[in-house]
């Protein structure tokens, strides 16, 4: 069975880190584009960071950029959403996904929001 943890979220000040795993069972996840998203309360789910099956396509949405890396290990099965520079306005649950590649690009796949496979979420708290 096709299954994704996620973990990492935490109470973090402003301007502080925090990195997010995302962990895969039941799959080979170097198969599989992998996205990380976000839901505010009250707000819709949206994109954050999203990674192709090699790491070597990749994208932010752009009120991360700069901030957040989205990376990749294959090895452990493992992707990874480093945030530094944290923002109360990054408060959310933190979701990863993951879905086989499609002839759709990554960008539209992560604006899209077409991933089936979805984990069950971790809280990022952005307060001082």
């Known amino acids: 069975q096709l299954q994704l943890v996620e973990s990492g979220g935490n109470l973090v000040q402003p301007g502080g880190s925090l990195q997010l795993s995302c962990a895969a069972s039941?799959?080979?996840?170097?198969?599989?584009?992998i996205g990380w998203f976000r839901q505010a309360p009250g707000k819709e789910r949206e994109a954050v960071s999203c990674i192709s099956t090699s790491g070597d396509t990749i994208y932010y949405t752009n009120a991360v950029k700069g901030r957040f890396t989205i990376s990749r290990d294959n090895a452990k099965n493992t992707v990874y959403l480093q945030m530094n520079g944290l923002k109360p306005e990054d408060t959310a649950v933190y979701y990863c996904a993951a879905e086989p590649p499609r002839v759709s690009s990554v960008q539209a796949m992560c604006i899209y929001r077409a991933f089936i496979s979805w984990g069950q979420g971790t809280q990022v708290t952005v307060s001082s």
């Open positions: 039941g799959f080979t996840l170097n198969n599989y584009i």
